[in-house]
Each structure stands twice: as structure tokens, then as C-alpha cells.
């Protein structure tokens, strides 16, 4: 397989002018789908909360057709879009690795992508840097993430599992401390 499908769900919910998806969409890197119906029915939703990375054990899924799917809403509605999005599709959710986020409104933020920078380290996470390349090239920002997270995308798509994908991202970011 060539490129990965990439989908996104759109809410609505934010400033349009800073809406990477709908700007992925003008340069045929993405589907944008208003209709959560009419989203991929097989495929990995963009999850923070998921718990499951998204990494080399899903690669398989993914060259057989499966599609990587992003959810574009507001940070602030994102546990009620979550909800509302698992109701309502069979796609398995994945979140991320750490990495910094380059887009302006979150600029330096661990974890806080913009739709484009989500979608475009999930390509380098199965080893598709030409197509991450190719999807964030549009924006300004582009460069620089990739830049500012050169070390830690690399030693991410170098991983054989996801349990060791999990594990390399401390030693890049700090571990959250677990309240026992």
C-alpha cells in the first residue's frame, strides 16, 4: 500500500481559520467527514484517552486497508466528542506518543497536536515519513516539528512493538507520577 487513508471527523467546534483539517482536506491529504456515519467503518480513531498506542503492531491493519482516523473538535469538548464518537463507530482508539507540538496555538505543549501533526506522527509511527512529510508541507509549522521532535520520531518509528513504543517515550518526556 502505497498512502495510508487518512479520515477525519470534524465537530465544528473550533476557529476555522486555524483548522488544520479542513486545509489537509483542500490539499487531498484527507477525507473530512461532517457525518460521523459516514466516517471509515474499519480503522484506528486519535485517542489522548485510549490507553493504546498506535505503533508497529497495528501496521499490519493499516496495509491491509484500515484507516487512521482523526477527530477535529474543540480540546476543551474532547471527552464528550470521544464519547460520542466511540457510540457511534467501531473504530478501535489509539492515542499517540509524546511528542511537542509545533502548531502556533500550541506551540512547545507534549501531546497537543493540532489534526495535522497527530495525523502526520501517526504516519512516522509505521514508518510512512514520506507521506507525514508530504501531508504537513501545507503549513508553516511543518519544519519545525519536525525539527523539535526529530530525536524521539526517530527512535519511534525504530520500534518493533507497541509495548516498546510505550516505553520509549520516557526517555524523551517525563513519566506522569502514578498516585498510589
Known amino acids: 500500500m502505497d498512502k495510508v487513508p487518512l479520515h477525519i471527523i470534524h465537530l465544528d467546534q473550533d476557529d476555522p481559520n ?25 480503522g484506528f480513531l486519535l485517542d489522548p484517552a485510549a490507553g ?43 492515542t499517540l506518543p509524546l511528542v ?3 502548531n502556533p496555538v500550541s506551540w512547545g505543549k ?6 495535522a501533526e497527530a495525523l502526520a506522527l501517526s504516519l512516522v509511527l509505521i514508518n510512512k515519513w514520506e507521506q507525514a512529510r508530504s ?18 520520531m ?5 520500534a518493533t512493538s507497541n509495548s516498546e513504543l510505550a516505553e520509549l517515550q520516557w526517555e524523551f518526556f ?3 507520577s502514578s498516585n498510589l
Not at 53 to 76: F, N, Q, T
Open 174 to 176: 517525563d513519566k506522569p
Open 110 to 115: 507534549p501531546g497537543r497536536l493540532s489534526t
Open 18 to 42: 486555524k483548522c488544520t483539517a479542513r486545509k489537509l482536506e483542500r490539499f487531498g491529504h484527507a477525507n473530512v467527514h461532517s457525518n460521523i456515519y459516514k466516517s471509515p467503518k474499519r
Open 100 to 102: 511537542l507540538a509545533a
Open 52 to 94: 493504546l498506542l498506535l505503533g508497529p503492531d497495528d501496521k499490519l491493519m493499516i496495509e491491509k486497508g484500515a484507516s487512521i482516523v482523526a477527530l477535529d473538535c474543540s480540546w476543551k469538548l474532547l471527552t464528550e466528542s470521544l464519547e460520542i464518537i466511540h457510540q457511534k463507530t467501531k473504530l478501535k482508539g489509539r
Open 154 to 158: 526517530e527512535a519511534y518509528s525504530a
Open 135 to 152: 501531508i504537513l508541507k501545507p503549513f508553516r509549522f511543518s519544519d519545525t516539528f519536525f525539527q523539535l521532535n526529530s530525536e524521539p
